[in-house]
């Protein structure tokens, strides 16, 4: 099977299993540069390169390849991950009999703990936004929603008003693979929202709008934090997933049940929320180390 014909039913294939445009766009890219560098190690024209040809000896030059130009583990392991997918469907599909990439193994990447926020620090960051004017009761929306809920950034600027139940103290998030949950909202949350909405004088169905009056981007919430983080002399740079992994973080802190804490952020497995209890951990040994006078060694005391 040509190369352009297999992209095409792979993408295909991905759109069925409900995957984002985003996470498709980024498996063709990864694709497109493997493929490319296939061709040229079996001296053909890319539009010629038959998937057929492609064997286990180009993947492990393909990853040679990367290591040599210093990508990350992570990037490596991203990319390995887009080819293993796209041969896998391939066998599927009665096109190959056997994957190239079967016996070959992706460089191990060590999990780094996410960062998070104290409580001081947020409390600054809600004080920092302005509640008389419609854009600084967003800024306070946007706030409670992704620490108060744990929301994905892509999950908070997709949000319509009609996703918000102020009287249930709900909302429907569309998450990951267009999958819906339910997640509660804080009682602070329920209130900056009714005040924001009624505010606003547009007809738009979204819940949070830019100064134009369209709907509010990714990019913008990021803008949007940097403000409130320079307003509240927080000495550290604040992104959005750093609210979410501060949600979860505060949340087994105060004895939340880990299925629960997964089922409200939304993870498919419970391996990606365990490293919330990782970072819990750690801080109970910090504050162990620090506060308890057998913790420390005599030449430290």
Request: proline share 2%.
């Amino acid at each position: 099977m040509l190369v352009d014909k297999a992209l095409d039913a792979f993408g295909i294939y991905l759109r069925t299993k409900n995957s984002s445009e985003l996470t498709i766009a980024a498996y063709q890219t990864d694709l497109i540069q493997f493929l490319e560098f296939s061709a040229y190690e079996l001296g053909v024209e890319s539009q010629d390169l038959e998937v057929e040809k492609v064997d286990k000896y180009i993947i492990r030059s393909y990853i040679g390849i990367m290591s040599e130009r210093k990508l990350s583990r992570k990037s490596i392991a991203r990319k390995v991950a887009a080819i293993r997918s796209f041969f896998k469907f391939l066998c599927r599909e009665g096109v190959i009999t056997q994957s190239p990439v079967q016996k070959i193994s992706a460089p191990k990447i060590s999990k780094s703990l996410p960062r998070f926020l104290f409580h001081e620090h947020i409390s600054k960051l809600l004080e920092a936004s302005n509640l008389i004017s419609k854009n600084g009761l967003r800024d306070q929306v946007i706030i409670e929603l992704l620490y108060g809920s744990g929301l994905r950034v892509s999950e908070l600027v997709g949000l319509n008003i009609s996703d918000v139940d102020l009287a249930s103290s709900l909302i429907r998030v569309s998450g990951k693979g267009r999958k819906e949950r339910i997640v509660p909202l804080t009682d602070p949350a329920r209130e900056v929202i009714s005040e924001y909405l009624e505010k606003r004088k547009d007809k738009d169905e979204a819940l949070l709008l830019n100064y134009k009056e369209t709907r509010l981007t990714a990019r913008s919430v990021r803008r949007i934090l940097d403000k409130l983080e320079k307003k509240a002399n927080l000495n550290q740079h604040i992104h959005p997933h750093m609210l979410r992994h501060t949600f979860a973080t505060h949340l087994l802190d105060g004895g939340a049940d880990l299925r629960i804490v997964q089922e409200l952020l939304g993870h498919k497995k419970l391996s990606s929320t365990q490293i919330y209890t990782h970072l819990t951990r750690e801080k109970l040994r910090d504050v162990y180390m620090a506060s308890h006078p057998r913790a420390k060694s005599e030449g430290n005391l």
